[in-house]
């Protein structure tokens, strides 16, 4: 145990003392609450928590016992201190309204409570994702509230329950990691002003979607696969844990690029992950660190929300690679990369024969 290190409370309230000190003690509960969640994850099958429920949340996914109760314990952690004016998740259809024997304040928390659940059985790491928008004044929040372009987040952050528990944060001052000492109960910070290398040569894409995605994306894949051999001049190496929290970990401590592109598996799907809660607080921990985030086409801040469950393609990482991935889809879009085929009779003409 280090006596000297800065304790996340320390580092919270100094960091958002004056304008934002309600939005600090609230990010003290969300820390409190992702302890809860990190003893409950912790004990494994000991807890008599793993398995399904019956149920389904609003995107059609079975729900755990595990997503049902680490929605709680935000809840429970996080409704009661004045800061909130309202709250909403993944595990819940529409917004979480304050109860009324609680004060309301300006600020909205967004979250995903169990990020990768699927891997909960099998001992992988998972996490807790989360957002804070604020509305013009403290009240009850309405749907439109939380519908906000992600640069418009105030903070942004993720645990991690891996073989240490950490929380890793951003008030728009860098992005710092604090990893949880079991001994005192205290997050500590052990990882200030984290940075994203601007290069990489790894990357994490669920490859079993390949004939699903875009052209563009299929080219990246292809050129880093083929290494050595193939226009990147040098070999790639492959990561996919399929728990976003553990690949924007690992990319926000050695860098890379992480993919989860639109594909036409489900044409009612423009993606698979979610815009609100898990896309721009990871797209905005990511930018904080020096790298970049986009849907190949726009940066995932500057979205406009439609839906408070929307998905959205996620491209981040490591700039350059990202900024590659964007240029490729840029090609696609303008027929740039199909060179040798006349722009009268591309697939975006007018001029296409329509049989
Ligand atoms: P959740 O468990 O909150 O539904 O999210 C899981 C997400 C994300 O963690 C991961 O990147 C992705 O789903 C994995 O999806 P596939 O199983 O389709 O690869
Ligand atoms: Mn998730
Ligand atoms: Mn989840």
């Known amino acids: 145990m280090q006596f000297g290190r800065t304790t996340l409370s320390k580092f919270v309230i100094e960091q958002t003392r004056g304008q934002h000190s309600e939005m600090g003690a609230l990010l003290i509960d969300v820390a409190a609450a992702v302890k809860t969640i990190s003893a409950m994850v912790g004990k494994g099958a000991l807890s008599g928590f793993s398995g399904a429920l019956e149920s389904t949340n609003v995107q059609g996914e079975v729900q755990k016992?595990?997503?049902?109760?680490?929605?709680?314990?935000?809840?429970?952690?996080?409704?009661?201190?004045?800061?909130?004016?309202?709250?909403?998740?993944?595990?819940?259809?529409?917004?979480?309204?304050?109860?009324?024997?609680?004060?309301?304040?300006?600020?909205?928390?967004?979250?995903?409570?169990?990020?990768?659940?699927?891997?909960?059985?099998?001992?992988?790491?998972?996490?807790?994702?989360?957002?804070?928008?604020?509305?013009?004044?403290?009240?009850?929040?309405?749907?439109?509230?939380?519908?906000?372009?992600?640069?418009?987040?105030?903070?942004?952050?993720?645990?991690?329950y891996g073989p240490a528990t950490m929380l890793v944060l951003t008030v728009g001052t860098g992005t710092h990691g604090f990893t949880l000492d079991r001994e005192s109960g205290n997050f500590q910070l052990t990882h200030p002003d984290i940075k994203v290398p601007e290069d990489t040569?790894?990357?994490?894409?669920?490859?079993?979607?390949?004939?699903?995605?875009?052209?563009?994306?299929?080219?990246?894949?292809?050129?880093?696969?083929?290494?050595?051999?193939?226009?990147?001049?040098?070999?790639?190496?492959?990561r996919w844990i399929a728990s976003m929290v553990a690949e924007v970990h690992r990319i926000l401590m050695r860098g890379g690029i992480f993919m989860y592109p639109k594909d036409n598996k489900d044409p009612a799907k423009p993606g698979r992950l979610r815009l609100m809660y898990e896309a721009n607080p990871m797209a905005m921990l990511i930018a904080q660190a020096g790298g970049a985030a986009s849907t190949g086409r726009q940066r995932i801040v500057d979205v406009a929300p439609e839906a408070l469950h929307q998905r959205v393609p996620v491209i981040l990482g490591s700039k350059n690679e990202v900024e590659r991935v964007e240029r490729y889809h840029h090609e696609y879009d303008t027929g740039a990369d199909r060179p040798f085929v006349s722009p009268l009779f591309s697939d975006r003409s007018l001029f296409r024969d329509p049989a």
């Open 65 to 160: 016992k595990l997503d049902v109760l680490t929605n709680e314990a935000m809840l429970r952690h996080c409704e009661w201190g004045g800061q909130l004016a309202g709250m909403a998740s993944e595990e819940m259809d529409e917004p979480y309204r304050i109860p009324e024997k609680y004060p309301r304040g300006r600020y909205l928390l967004i979250f995903d409570p169990l990020d990768g659940s699927s891997n909960s059985d099998v001992n992988v790491s998972v996490g807790t994702i989360f957002s804070i928008l604020q509305r013009d004044e403290a009240g009850d929040a309405e749907a439109a509230d939380y519908l906000q372009p992600g640069h418009r987040q105030l903070a942004a952050g993720y645990a991690i």
């Open 201 to 238: 040569r790894e990357f994490a894409i669920n490859t079993s979607n390949e004939r699903f995605w875009e052209p563009p994306v299929q080219r990246y894949v292809e050129e880093c696969k083929a290494g050595k051999t193939g226009v990147r001049g040098a070999d790639f190496n492959m």
